[in-house]
Structure formats: C-alpha cells, structure tokens
C-alpha cells in the first residue's frame, strides 16, 4: 500500500490540475471531523443529503484510505498534521495541552496572550497557531497566490 501525506495529495492534485490547464478552484474547504474514519463517508452515504457531504464526495476531492503515523492522536495534534502535512516533532504541537519547561505553566496548544479576540475581549478567545512551528496548506497557498487568497480558520 502507497503511503502518502494528506497535504502531498492534495499539492499533486493541485499540481496536476494546473498543469492540465483545468481553472483553479475559487473555494477550497477543510474538513476534519473528529473520530470520523473516511470509509464512513461512503458507509452512511444514504443517509446525506444532496447538498451535503454527497455533493463534497460528487464534486470535490476526498483523501481516502488515510492513516496517522503518531501516537497518542488528540484533537490539536492530528488536525495539525493533517493541514501541514507532517509529524508533531516537526510541527511542533504534541498535544492539546503541555508543561512549559522554562516556567512549569501548562500551556493551552493554541494560548497566545498576544493576540485579542475577534468581536470581543474574554481571555478565553486569546488564541492562535503562534506555537505551530510548520507551516500549512493555506500558509502555502497564500505563498502561491502572491497573498491574494483568503484563507479563513475556525
């Protein structure tokens, strides 16, 4: 069985569609459900509907037959290999949350004082990917595009 990263497929799809001169997409969407397997998709297709995921598996791109190569797998640390294609060692978020080794603080993956929250001031929304060390496929994509696309997280 070929092993791929899901950001290598999807860079090879990108690559082969420009090369092919097929227009470049004017939305690209990410989709990671938590504890979701991908044969799911086509297990409970039935149950979709049109305008769901049966039009995402109709008209979009699926990567399919997919594993992680890490354990123990949380929710920050996959999503985070998911998007930058590589292993915690490289992107640097190894869980949800860690022990500081400088001051002993636990430390939220995406807690960044730095930064305020869009449309209001609770502390709890003081969040970033400012400790993700790699960068992700929207990061390259912006790269790609001379920083004309838009590239929005939630």
Not at 34 to 40: A, C, G, I, S, V
Not at 106 to 112: E, H, Q, R, S, V
Request: aromatic content about 10%; some cysteine.
């Amino acid at each position: 069985m070929r092993r791929f990263s899901i950001v290598s497929a999807l860079l090879d799809a990108l690559v082969s569609a420009s090369a092919q001169s097929i227009p470049r997409p004017k939305l690209v969407v990410g989709i990671v459900v938590d504890q979701m397997r991908w044969d799911y998709l086509y297990r409970y297709y039935d149950r979709y509907t049109p305008g769901g995921f049966k039009r995402l598996l109709s008209e979009g791109f699926s990567c399919e037959d997919t594993y992680i190569s890490h354990l123990p797998s949380f929710t920050a640390v996959g999503h985070t290999t998911i998007f930058t294609g590589t292993v915690p060692s490289i992107h640097g978020i190894t869980g949800n949350d860690w022990i500081d080794q400088a001051t002993g603080k636990d430390i939220y993956c995406t807690a960044d004082s730095s930064v305020q929250p869009v449309g209001g001031t609770a502390p709890a929304g003081n969040m970033s990917p400012r400790n993700e060390l790699a960068t992700t496929i929207t990061d390259e994509l912006m790269l790609a595009t001379n920083f004309r696309s838009r590239v929005v997280g939630i």
